[in-house]
Each structure stands twice: as C-alpha cells, then as structure tokens.
C-alpha cells in the first residue's frame, strides 16, 4: 500500500505514478500477462516527472522538503558515515536534553566529535526530543562535548536541525540565551577544526549555538533563517498566510546563502530529496566532509584561528559607494 504522507502537495503528480506502479507490481504477482515493461516505463516516467519538479521548487517548497518527516536526522547519518559512535550525555550542571545528540568517532578511521540536533520519529520519540527545540541544557552538553574535543585535539563535526531554541518559560529560567551566547563565544576560539552542516531546518539562534565553524556546508534542500516563514509572516502580515512570500524574502536556500557567500558549499541530494534516500544522501555528505576536513585538518591551531575570525567578520561586509552628482 501506497503510503501518500511520504509525498508533500506539490508532488501529487508523482505520487500519481507510484500508485499505479505499486498496483502494476501487485497484478503482475498474479498474472500470467507479463507487466514488467510497463512498470519499467512507468518508472522512468517517475523519476522524470520528479528531476522536472525538483529542478524548479518555491523557497516555500523548499522549506516543506527540509521539514519532511522521512527525512535524515543526525544520528541517521552518524550510522551511515561514522564507525565506532559512543554517545555522551548530560550538561554535568542540570539534566541530559535530548534534542541534542553527540559523542566520540570516527570518520575513515579518524577520532572525531560530533554534535547534532535531533528529533524524533514517531510521537513518543519527538516528545522525548522536544520536537527538535533544544533547551540551555542541551547547548551546554554541546559546549561540554566541544571543550572535550579540544582537550584530545580532535576535529568536531556539527549537524544542524531545528525549528529554533526552546522558548518555554522553564528554558528562560535557566538562561537560554546565555547559553547560547555562550556557545557563540567558546565556539569562535576553539583550537581545533570545526566544519558544520545544516542538514534540515537551520533555525535562528538554536542553529547558530553549535554552527559557528571554519567550513559550513549545506544540504541541497535544506534552509537557514533567522527566523521560520510563518513567523515572519505573523509579525510582517498579522497573520501566517504569506509565509511563501516570507521565505522568498528571508533568502533561506542554499543557492542564496551560498551566493551570499554564508556557506562554503552545497551537498548535493538524491533526486526527490534527502527523504528518499538515506544512504545515497549521506554517501555525499561522506564524501563533502572528506574533503573539507582535508583543506583544514593539518593548519596550524593559530592560523585556523585567524581565519575563522576574518571569516566571522566577513559577514554582512558591503562596500560604499559614493554618488556622482
């Protein structure tokens, strides 16, 4: 059976075909007719169909496809490109958020130390994750994991996914945004190499808390805002009805951002998206994260830094002009 919530409302063409391919293979069990052909036109018909629509979505259709439920999270792609992975929990100072995972490594071999976000699959799963909405204690056991990094001299990966920090009430208690500020200051002079990922949703401050890095990359349909479309719509229009219009004015893709010169390269995806499928989405993360790791894995501690700052400052730099009269 078809399994339609796997398809987002702009793919119902495609989910058109796969629904009679499905029932193709399904009567072909049980005919004497052979179907196969017919299947194999279908298919190519498919993956036709979704190379056209891909190769054209909405920064609105974008924002859906980084939002998928089916999509890869961090310790999806901790399974697929690392060996050797043991967790590390707890801030030492109040509790253990889940919504923030990490642990020791190995990448081809190497030592390393990753820190991602994480959400959840299933309803039980996303509310033990908090739905991806990391409160001051799970960027503190990021930060925790960060200076353990440095200790070993060990290079840290960081994968980004999330709608934004936690802003309950119980999170401003606790200082949430010293938290992250924090974790802005610590991560900008760490002495060891730092290449980030926005595999998802890049969300505000609770992306930036563990993004601050020497090499940021980033997936093909993933987004990184200051702000998700929808509340950019409440404030700007009163209402979320002009969240598409937001999200083209918040320049939230990867093509934008790496126009713009926020993000050092793209990652591409499997035709249809990351959702798709898994293994061939973090077999080019694999191998982007090879390489960036490469360019920046033997320079020194001190030159990484400098760089890392020019890097910082860079942002937002514009030129004047001044006007003939």
Same mark, same amino acid.
């Not at 190519?44 to 056209?52: I, N």
């Not at 020791?104 to 390393?112: E, H, I, T, V």
């Not at 060990?154 to 606790?174: N, Q, S, V």
């Given at each position: 059976?078809?399994?339609?919530?796997?398809?987002?409302?702009?793919?119902?063409?495609?989910?058109?075909?796969?629904?009679?391919?499905?029932?193709?293979?399904?009567?072909?069990?049980?005919?004497?007719?052979?179907?196969?052909?017919?299947?194999?036109?279908?298919?190519?018909?498919?993956?036709?169909?979704?190379?056209?629509?891909?190769?054209?979505?909405?920064?609105?259709?974008?924002?859906?496809?980084?939002?998928?439920?089916?999509?890869?999270?961090?310790?999806?792609?901790?399974?697929?490109?690392?060996?050797?992975?043991?967790?590390?929990?707890?801030?030492?100072?109040?509790?253990?958020?889940?919504?923030?995972?990490?642990?020791?490594?190995?990448?081809?071999?190497?030592?390393?130390?990753?820190?991602?976000?994480?959400?959840?699959?299933?309803?039980?799963?996303? #509310?033990?994750?908090?739905?991806?909405?990391?409160? %001051? *204690?799970?960027?503190?056991? $990021?930060? =925790?994991?960060? &200076?353990? !990094?440095?200790?070993?001299?060990?290079?840290?990966?960081?994968?980004?996914?999330?709608?934004?920090?936690?802003?309950?009430?119980?999170?401003?208690?606790?200082?949430?945004?010293?938290?992250?500020?924090?974790?802005?200051?610590?991560?900008?002079?760490?002495?060891?190499?730092?290449?980030?990922?926005?595999?998802?949703?890049?969300?505000?401050?609770?992306?930036?808390?563990?993004?601050?890095?020497?090499?940021?990359?980033?997936?093909?349909?993933?987004?990184?805002?200051?702000?998700?479309?929808?509340?950019?719509?409440?404030?700007?229009?009163?209402?979320?009805?002009?969240?598409?219009?937001?999200?083209?004015?918040?320049?939230?893709?990867?093509?934008?951002?790496? #126009?713009?010169?926020?993000?050092?390269?793209?990652? %591409? *995806?499997?035709?249809?998206? $990351?959702? =798709?499928?898994? &293994?061939? !989405?973090?077999?080019?993360?694999?191998?982007?994260?090879?390489?960036?790791?490469?360019?920046?894995?033997?320079?020194?501690?001190?030159?990484?830094?400098?760089?890392?700052?020019?890097?910082?400052?860079?942002?937002?730099?514009?030129?004047?002009?001044?006007?003939?009269?």
């Amino acid at each position: 059976m078809l399994d339609k919530s796997v398809y987002l409302d702009f793919e119902a063409p495609i989910a058109d075909i796969e629904a009679k391919i499905e029932l193709l293979r399904f009567s072909d069990d049980e005919s004497a007719v052979d179907l196969s052909e017919e299947i194999d036109r279908l298919a190519v018909k498919s993956y036709a169909l979704t190379q056209s629509i891909y190769s054209k979505l909405t920064p609105g259709q974008i924002v859906k496809v980084a939002r998928h439920a089916k999509r890869p999270y961090t310790l999806d792609y901790v399974n697929h490109i690392f060996t050797d992975f043991h967790e590390l929990r707890g801030d030492r100072m109040f509790a253990d958020d889940q919504s923030i995972v990490g642990g020791l490594a190995r990448l081809s071999g190497k030592p390393c130390m990753i820190v991602g976000h994480q959400k959840g699959r299933d309803t039980k799963e996303r #509310a033990i994750r908090n739905f991806g909405y990391p409160r %001051p *204690e799970g960027y503190r056991k $990021a930060l =925790r994991l960060m &200076k353990l !990094a440095e200790k070993f001299g060990i290079p840290l990966f960081t994968f980004i996914d999330t709608p934004g920090a936690w802003p309950g009430i119980d999170a401003e208690e606790r200082n949430q945004s010293q938290a992250i500020g924090r974790n802005l200051f610590e991560m900008s002079s760490l002495r060891i190499p730092i290449i980030s990922t926005v595999i998802g949703e890049g969300g505000s401050g609770g992306a930036l808390a563990i993004g601050v890095c020497d090499i940021s990359l980033m997936l093909q349909y993933a987004t990184y805002s200051v702000i998700s479309p929808e509340a950019c719509s409440s404030i700007l229009w009163r209402n979320a009805e002009h969240a598409n219009d937001a999200a083209e004015a918040l320049a939230l893709t990867a093509h934008r951002l790496k #126009a713009l010169k926020l993000i050092d390269k793209i990652v %591409p *995806e499997p035709v249809g998206g $990351a959702h =798709r499928d898994h &293994k061939g !989405a973090a077999a080019a993360l694999k191998k982007s994260l090879t390489e960036s790791l490469r360019q920046i894995d033997d320079m020194p501690a001190d030159k990484l830094l400098e760089r890392r700052h020019e890097r910082l400052l860079s942002y937002g730099a514009f030129k004047e002009l001044s006007l003939e009269t």
